[in-house]
């Protein structure tokens, strides 16, 4: 059964607010103009119905005002410190990721959320624990051994604890502090998360030793760039549009700082440090993009991805 708060204890800062306000304005099609590149091809989707759990890869996402429909829809709520359970957190929350979230049936616009079944990753033959059951909650207090809720909508000032490990040349070592959710959301920062296979591919060929696989990062779009596409191409994207198919038009707000997410054992994945470590000794931490929403509409597997560089004015 999912519970309702109110009110949170709110520090730190998000990037969220670095997006500009038209680029989540309601309405209609945009009308965008400028010169269009091809850059790329979406090869993958990822949606994550409960945050810090892992999600679900379908082949078609609608995409919203506020993001992807049903992303980070649900959360866990943690009454003793007032905040939303994340991985960010790991010494509290890490056991997150070894559950796997998916909607009981899509979530479709301007309709309540369906519920959600959560159950292992690895499908253990243990069954899956339903949002709508009354002893939700109370499986993941005895899980974490703290007493936890299921919330649906976020409470005001919602915020959580992140932990920097010690990674050279980040502001933070070994530290927790608090960041402060967008306002009516369970995202970290801006909504959506896009990364290239050319960054991931430059990662592997400067730490042939790690293992970047794409799920670490926890994207919602995978976008294949072209034959000769090298490094770390998409932040020369910053300040651009995106068109991807035929409706679907995202601002590029900058790249994405990594966190120590991308170093927890996840799925198939072991814990790995030297992953954060290695992305900051060759791109200041950042792998991947940042996205907001100018236009909403569907994406799907195989949608090309133009970049839109904006007329200058006469």
Same mark, same amino acid.
């Given at each position: 059964?999912?519970?309702?708060?109110?009110?949170?204890?709110?520090?730190?800062?998000?990037?969220?607010?670095?997006?500009?306000?038209?680029?989540?304005?309601?309405?209609?099609?945009?009308?965008?103009?400028?010169?269009?590149?091809?850059?790329?091809?979406?090869?993958?989707?990822?949606?994550?119905?409960?945050?810090?759990?892992?999600?679900?890869?379908?082949?078609?996402?609608?995409?919203?005002?506020?993001?992807?429909?049903?992303?980070?829809?649900?959360?866990?709520?943690?009454?003793?410190?007032?905040?939303?359970?994340?991985?960010?957190?790991?010494?509290?929350?890490?056991?997150?990721?070894?559950?796997?979230?998916?909607?009981?049936?899509?979530?479709?616009?301007?309709?309540?959320?369906?519920?959600?079944?959560?159950?292992?990753?690895?499908? !253990?033959?243990?069954?899956?624990?339903?949002?709508?059951?009354? !002893?939700?909650?109370?499986?993941?207090?005895?899980?974490?051994?703290?007493?936890?809720?299921?919330?649906?909508?976020?409470?005001?000032?919602?915020?959580?604890?992140?932990?920097?490990?010690?990674?050279?040349?980040?502001? $933070?070592? !070994?530290?927790?502090?608090?960041?402060?959710?967008?306002?009516?959301?369970?995202?970290?920062?801006?909504?959506?998360?896009?990364?290239?296979?050319?960054?991931?591919?430059?990662?592997?060929?400067?730490?042939?030793?790690?293992?970047?696989?794409?799920?670490? $990062?926890?994207?919602?779009?995978?976008?294949?760039?072209?034959?000769?596409?090298?490094?770390?191409?998409?932040?020369?994207?910053?300040?651009?549009?995106?068109?991807?198919?035929?409706?679907?038009?995202?601002?590029?707000?900058?790249?994405?700082?990594?966190?120590?997410?991308?170093?927890?054992?996840?799925?198939?994945?072991?814990?790995?440090?030297?992953?954060?470590?290695?992305?900051?000794?060759?791109?200041?931490?950042?792998?991947?993009?940042?996205?907001?929403?100018?236009?909403?509409?569907?994406?799907?597997?195989?949608?090309?991805?133009?970049?839109?560089?904006?007329?200058?004015?006469?």
């Amino acid at each position: 059964m999912l519970f309702s708060a109110s009110s949170a204890l709110a520090e730190g800062k998000s990037c969220y607010r670095s997006c500009p306000a038209s680029a989540l304005r309601m309405g209609g099609p945009q009308r965008i103009t400028g010169v269009q590149e091809l850059v790329g091809t979406v090869q993958t989707l990822w949606r994550y119905p409960v945050k810090s759990m892992l999600g679900d890869s379908p082949q078609r996402l609608d995409v919203e005002a506020r993001g992807i429909r049903g992303d980070r829809a649900y959360a866990l709520w943690d009454h003793a410190s007032g905040r939303v359970a994340s991985a960010k957190n790991p010494r509290l929350w890490q056991g997150l990721l070894r559950y796997r979230a998916r909607f009981l049936e899509e979530p479709v616009p301007a309709a309540p959320l369906p519920p959600v079944l959560i159950g292992p990753q690895q499908g !253990d033959g243990a069954a899956e624990i339903c949002s709508g059951d009354t !002893d939700v909650g109370a499986f993941f207090s005895d899980l974490f051994g703290r007493r936890v809720s299921l919330l649906d909508i976020p409470p005001d000032g919602a915020s959580l604890d992140q932990y920097w490990p010690p990674v050279e040349g980040r502001a $933070f070592q !070994d530290e927790t502090n608090a960041l402060e959710l967008p306002a009516g959301t369970f995202f970290d920062a801006c909504p959506i998360h896009a990364i290239t296979t050319a960054t991931l591919e430059r990662l592997r060929q400067l730490e042939p030793q790690c293992d970047f696989a794409v799920e670490r $990062f926890r994207p919602n779009l995978l976008i294949r760039t072209p034959e000769g596409a090298e490094g770390f191409v998409e932040e020369s994207w910053s300040g651009s549009c995106l068109r991807i198919g035929e409706q679907l038009v995202l601002r590029v707000d900058g790249g994405c700082p990594r966190c120590v997410v991308t170093t927890l054992a996840q799925g198939t994945l072991g814990e790995d440090l030297e992953i954060l470590r290695a992305t900051a000794r060759h791109n200041g931490v950042v792998a991947g993009i940042r996205l907001s929403v100018v236009a909403p509409g569907p994406v799907a597997v195989g949608d090309p991805v133009r970049l839109l560089r904006q007329d200058q004015p006469p």
